[in-house]
Each structure stands twice: as C-alpha cells, then as structure tokens.
C-alpha cells in the first residue's frame, strides 16, 4: 500500500509542471461535509483540503485531476470507556471532467481513490457528481461524494472554497 501511496505521490509531483504549462488553472481549497446515510452514525463532519488542477479540453469541457487530505472525527466515544476513537485520515486522489452548463456554472463527475493514511489503510472507489461556480479567481462548489469500499460506503454531501492561481 505505501508503494502505491508513493507511486501516485510521485507520478502528481511529475505532472504537475506538464499541467503548468498547458492551458488551463490550478487552484488550492478547503472541503467541508457532512456524513450522510450510515456514515452519519460514525461521523460528525468531513473537514480537509485539496490542490486541484484544470485542463482545457475543448470551449466548454475541462479534464481535472485534484489531491488532497480528509478527516472525519468520530462521532462517539467507545461503549464502556470514556475513549474517542482516532479521526479516519484519508487522501483522496480524483480525476474529473467539468462541464459548462451557462456563464460560469458547471457540472462536474469526478472518480478516483481513497487511500486511508492510518488503521487499516484500506483503499475506497471515490464517485462524486456536483455543480461548480466559478466567480473570478474563486469556486464554489457543491457535490455529493461517495467512498465505498470494505462492505461499506461512507457518503456526505460537501462543500469546496476553492482559489485559482
């Protein structure tokens, strides 16, 4: 698992100059969900950040490739003890396409990997659809995310601040 971690650490670190030099933006953002479904019996927030960058494919598509941190505190502590289990830390990795909808509004699929940095360091299958607004060098978006993997999905809807450089 951390030669995976390592290889896709590695291969965003190298492609990132490549994305520099096509047309197109990168930006910097904090995340912030809540849990839905079970996860919102395990979970109270989903708080993190991520760098994300954007291609330009054609007038009205872009291809996004996005890393960055999530942590979701336990909600409750352990039956018996007066314990608060660890925050599961995870570091998705999302590839995505946006779509222009009208003026600065998009629709935005993005699909990739959870990789959980301690416990049992599973990987989870990351699905996200949601709608972005771009207002200057500033996104706001909106979307639901599912990370499902070992028999279980952990879901929330979230939110992103993102700022374009």
């Known amino acids: 698992m951390k030669k995976l971690f390592l290889m896709l650490l590695l291969f965003i670190v190298a492609t990132l100059p490549v994305?520099?030099?096509?047309?197109?933006?990168t930006s910097i953002g904090i995340d912030a969900g809540i849990p839905v479904g079970a996860a919102a019996d395990a979970y109270?927030?989903?708080?993190?950040?991520?760098?994300?960058?954007?291609?330009?494919?054609?007038?009205?598509?872009?291809?996004?490739?996005?890393?960055?941190?999530?942590?979701?505190?336990?909600?409750?502590?352990l039956i018996g003890a007066n314990i608060k289990p660890?925050?599961?830390?995870?570091?998705?990795?999302?590839?995505?396409?946006?779509?222009?909808?009208v003026a600065e509004l998009y629709a935005e699929a993005q699909t990739g990997?959870?990789?959980?940095?301690?416990?049992?360091?599973?990987?989870r299958f990351i699905y996200a659809p949601g709608l972005v607004y771009n207002i200057n060098s500033f996104d706001l978006g909106l979307?639901?995310?599912?990370?499902?993997?070992?028999?279980?999905?952990?879901?929330?809807?979230?939110?992103?601040?993102g700022y374009s450089f």
């Open 143 to 161: 979307r639901y995310e599912g990370w499902a993997g070992s028999g279980s999905t952990i879901s929330q809807v979230a939110l992103r601040l």
């Open 86 to 101: 660890p925050a599961a830390t995870y570091t998705p990795l999302k590839v995505g396409i946006k779509y222009r909808l």
């Open 44 to 77: 109270s927030i989903a708080i993190g950040g991520a760098i994300k960058t954007e291609n330009i494919l054609n007038e009205n598509t872009l291809l996004s490739l996005s890393f960055g941190y999530t942590s979701l505190p336990a909600k409750q502590t």
């Open 19 to 25: 994305v520099a030099q096509t047309e197109g933006r």
């Open 113 to 123: 990997a959870a990789f959980e940095i301690r416990g049992r360091r599973t990987v």
